[in-house]
């Protein structure tokens, strides 16, 4: 078996039983961790970098963090502190990286070869965008995108777009997104983003920008490589242009975080965790016999809005033997789990239920 890695020491503060260190930038939270958290905590939560993350002392004065805003009618530039006093809100969501569950394909796209836990579900608070654009007189016209641009500062010699973290997400998700300091009840550790973070529920991982700089309505898609040829749907072998779909709305999505280990004959309680993606999660049935038959499974705790996942469990009996358990989640919209998913070049977006399934032995 090979040895765990340490944790870096920017998240020396992790819980190190409940992550998997696949790399300095790419840490997960072990599926069994994810069991049935409501909210997933922060010190299991994974983490996903593209660029090493901003040295500590950007959140040593958090409020004195300056965000710029361009593309309204009165550009300006603000501290976290002003903007607390602008709007407030609270969204739980999930955060997932759009390469969760790249492992379950079978191409070996390279890259972090995640399983399910480059997810999790948080709750951020901050100021709704749509709050700070009203107070700067609106959006200038003729701005289709709302472009975040993230804190790392970029090596002199190396031309910016081609690795700054710089997404653009369409205009009106300004209606949906916020500018969060806050995450799970506590100010954003540096790893997830803090002082300042863009939130943009139901949107893969990518597109919530940490250590947020700059927001601006823009007429154009960001310039950076991140948005022009990265995180683009395509086939296997292509290569990654603006024309193909960027990974923005999440699917519907769940799976089995326990038990995951053989368990005992009689009453089995399977569990884990299902979200719809930008619609709320309305049905989730689990299939003990490989997807011959399915049962609906029930939530666990408090609906925590459309955007967050809920957890999930079914008590079956079990006879001793081999079974392969399935989750099968549905969204308001009527979007359910596919059995099986096309590949795609970069190995983005798996939601196929076979592939998560997990084989349990009863004895
Ligand atoms: N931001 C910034 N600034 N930088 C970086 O790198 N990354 C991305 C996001 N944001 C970044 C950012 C990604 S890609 C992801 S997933 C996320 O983030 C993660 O988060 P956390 O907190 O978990 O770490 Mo894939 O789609």
Same mark, same amino acid.
Do not use: C
């Given at each position: 078996?090979?040895?765990?890695?340490?944790?870096?020491?920017?998240?020396?503060?992790? #819980?190190a039983d409940d992550v998997i260190v696949h790399t300095k930038e790419t840490i997960e939270t072990k %599926?069994? &961790? =994810?069991?049935?958290?409501?909210?997933?905590?922060?010190?299991? +939560?994974?983490? %996903? #970098?593209? +660029?090493?993350?901003?040295?500590?002392?950007?959140?040593? !004065? %958090? !409020?004195a963090w300056e965000i710029e805003f361009d593309g309204v009618a009165n550009p300006t530039t603000m501290t976290v502190g002003q903007l607390k006093t602008v709007g407030v809100e609270t969204v739980v969501c999930v955060l997932q990286c759009s390469g969760n569950g790249r492992a379950f394909f079978d191409h070996e796209a390279s890259g972090t070869q995640w399983g399910v836990g480059a997810a999790g579900n948080v709750i951020w608070t901050g100021v709704p965008v749509r709050a700070l654009v009203e107070a700067m007189g609106g959006a200038s016209e003729g701005m289709t995108w709302l472009t975040g641009t993230g804190g790392e500062v970029i090596p002199e010699g190396i031309p910016a777009e081609t690795v700054q973290v710089e997404r653009s997400v369409p205009a009106e998700l300004m209606d949906r997104a916020i500018l969060a300091w806050d995450m799970n009840g506590e100010a954003i550790p540096l790893a997830h983003g803090g002082p300042l973070r863009l939130i943009v529920p139901g949107y893969y991982g990518v597109n919530n920008v940490k250590y947020i700089k700059k927001l601006a309505f823009t007429a154009e898609e960001s310039p950076a490589k991140i948005q022009q040829t990265g995180y683009r749907m395509r086939p296997?072998?292509? &290569?990654? !242009?603006?024309?193909?779909?960027?990974?923005?709305?999440?699917?519907?999505?769940?799976?089995? @975080?326990?038990? +995951?280990?053989?368990?005992?004959?009689?009453?089995? =309680?399977?569990?884990?965790? &299902?979200?719809?993606? @930008?619609?709320?999660? #309305?049905?989730?049935?689990?299939? @003990?016999d490989d997807g011959a038959t399915w049962t609906e499974a029930a939530f666990i705790g408090p609906d925590l809005g459309e955007y967050a996942w809920r957890p999930f469990v079914l008590i079956a009996d079990l006879p001793a033997g081999e079974h392969v358990l399935a989750s099968r989640a549905t969204n308001a919209a009527g979007d359910t789990q596919p059995e099986t998913v096309e590949p795609n070049e970069r190995a983005y977006g798996h939601n196929g239920w076979r592939a998560h399934a997990v084989d349990l032995t009863i004895t």
């Open positions: 078996q090979e040895k765990a890695k340490a944790l870096p020491d920017y998240v020396a503060w992790k #819980n %599926r069994a &961790a =994810q069991g049935i958290e409501l909210v997933t905590p922060s010190n299991s +939560l994974y983490v %996903r #970098n593209n +660029l090493p993350a901003p040295p500590e002392d950007i959140v040593a !004065d %958090r !409020d296997v072998g292509e &290569a990654g !242009d603006p024309s193909q779909p960027s990974m923005f709305e999440m699917n519907v999505k769940s799976w089995i @975080t326990g038990p +995951l280990a053989d368990a005992a004959t009689g009453k089995v =309680q399977i569990h884990g965790v &299902a979200f719809g993606g @930008t619609s709320a999660v #309305n049905k989730i049935e689990v299939s @003990t």
